[in-house]
Antibody, heavy 123, light 107 residues
Framework: EVQLVESGGGLVQPGGSLRLSCAAS????????MDWVRQAPGKGLEWVGR??????????EYAASVKGRFTISRDDSKNSLFLQMNSLKTEDTAVYYC??????????????WGQGTLVTVSS | DIQLTQSPSFLSASVGDRVTITCRAS??????LAWYQEKPGKAPKLLIY???TLQSGVPSRFSGSGSGTEFTLTISSLQPEDFATYYC?????????FGGGTKVEIK
């Protein structure tokens, strides 16, 4: 059974840092692209960024709103995905989801999602 | 960036109703579109990918259609467990974007 379990959320002051983790199980983690998606309270879904797999050199993509502040990394030996968040702003307050991707006809769809971890940026 | 506009943003329907949600893209995205269902306190669930392919385990009352800039999600006969918020997502180009959501409530 595929499982994605996020951790590391919490309350942080503006300008602070936080590192989220996503522990994956039930599939060959190293084969898959993985993404982060967030949802601010009462709002819609917002894509944060992507980590490609080893075959694609672990390259990353980011939303403009987080580029330069957030860094996605992964440790395939530990089946884990990470989101390092620096220079946090109040508008980064959201539930952060880790998602697994499946490759279909030239692109990648989010077929499994974790339960999310809440990040609150407030003084 | 590709904008996705969902309509309606809210709809009220009864069990057994046929429901259609539209997603319009600001530019062509071929068939690189997914639909997700979200219930309060739960993670979103993939329903449809590649615009019209039903994800494994999703009931056949859900269907998707469209290509280019206009897409629809149809629920042929609304069931009590279908009351939720639905999002479309384009995967044609970065940044990946979601529609604003359609909340389906009980009439």
């Amino acid at each position: 059974e595929v499982q994605l379990v996020e951790s590391g959320g919490g309350l942080v002051q503006p300008g602070g840092s936080l590192r989220l983790s996503c522990a994956a199980s039930g599939f060959i983690f190293s084969d898959h692209y993985m993404d982060w998606v967030r949802q601010a309270p009462g709002k819609g879904l917002e894509w944060v960024g992507r980590s490609r797999n080893k075959a694609n050199s672990y390259t990353t993509e980011y939303a403009a709103s987080v580029k330069g502040r957030f860094t996605i990394s992964r440790d395939d030996s530990k089946n884990s995905l990470f989101l390092q968040m620096n220079s946090l702003k109040t508008e980064d307050t959201a539930v952060y989801y880790c998602t697994r991707n499946i490759a279909v006809a030239g692109t990648f769809y989010f077929d499994y999602w974790g339960q999310g971890t809440l990040v609150t940026v407030s003084s | 960036d590709i904008q996705l506009t969902q309509s309606p943003s809210f709809l009220s329907a009864s069990v057994g109703d046929r429901v259609t949600i539209t997603c319009r893209a600001s530019q062509g995205i071929s068939s690189y579109l997914a639909w997700y269902q979200e219930k309060p306190g739960k993670a979103p669930k993939l329903l449809i990918y590649a615009a019209s392919t039903l994800q494994s385990g999703v009931p056949s009352r859900f269907s998707g259609s469209g290509s280019g800039t206009e897409f629809t999600l149809t629920i042929s006969s609304l069931q009590p467990e279908d009351f939720a918020t639905y999002y479309c997502q384009q995967l044609n180009s970065y940044p990946l974007t979601f529609g604003g959501g359609t909340k389906v409530e009980i009439k």
